[in-house]
């Protein structure tokens, strides 16, 4: 009863605005991450990044503003708060990748890194697409629900990889070069947590489908 009470009253729906702007700006921050492991200008892409999770981080805090002032919300607010954390938490483990990148002053990366790129960018692209949908979920519910199938599958072929990247790494420099396997190892353990965050945007996304179709 109060569902159907809700869906009579008039909504604030420039939550939806904010959550577009917040996914188009995270899949900026993942080509820029990719381009980045291509080690094409490597302190360009390093820039851009952080730039990129100053956009987000304000784009959060506009949301999370709109929640406390707002009479009447698109759907739960735990649900809106958890949403946008999760896609926020994606681009700050891209910042902390920077971090390392340019804490060893990394300017090559290993193909298998490359790929990882490669899969995040498709994560952050899934997202993206699965966003906009939220304004009706009931009438998305299939096409939101195959995204967020899609984006697990996506997580599993990252974790294929980081597992691939670090045998590669231990082949290498494991009783030769121990402080470059510790350091490649650093950085695909943070590829690898990026996808895990579109990971928890898929699930918020699963999560806010059921409670309201």
């Known amino acids: 009863m109060l569902g159907w009470f809700r869906k009579l009253l008039p ?74 954390q999760s896609m926020d938490d994606a681009i700050d483990m891209m910042h902390k990748t920077v971090k390392t990148v340019r804490l060893f002053e990394k300017r090559e990366f290993d193909p298998l890194m490359c790929d990882m790129g490669v899969v995040i960018v498709e994560a952050a692209k899934l997202v993206a697409e699965a966003i906009p949908l939220l304004s009706k979920p009931g009438a998305n519910a299939p096409r939101l629900t195959a995204i967020a199938e899609e984006v697990m599958r996506v997580e599993g072929r990252a974790d294929d990889l980081h597992d691939k990247g670090l045998k590669d790494l231990f082949k290498r420099h494991g009783k030769t070069d121990p402080m470059a396997y510790l350091i490649g190892s650093e950085i695909y353990g943070q590829l690898e947590k990026v996808v895990d965050r579109f990971e928890d945007v898929a699930n918020e996304i699963s999560g806010i489908v059921i409670e309201n179709v």
């Open 11 to 84: 909504r604030e729906d420039r939550f939806f605005d904010l959550f577009e702007r917040h996914s188009r700006t995270v899949v900026s921050g993942a080509e820029a991450m990719q381009n980045l492991l291509a080690g094409d200008d490597v302190d360009r892409w390093c820039d851009r990044i952080v730039e990129l999770e100053n956009e987000a981080d304000l784009i959060t805090a506009e949301v999370l503003l709109a929640v406390r002032r707002s009479f009447i919300t698109p759907f739960d607010r735990g649900d809106i708060k958890d949403l946008i």
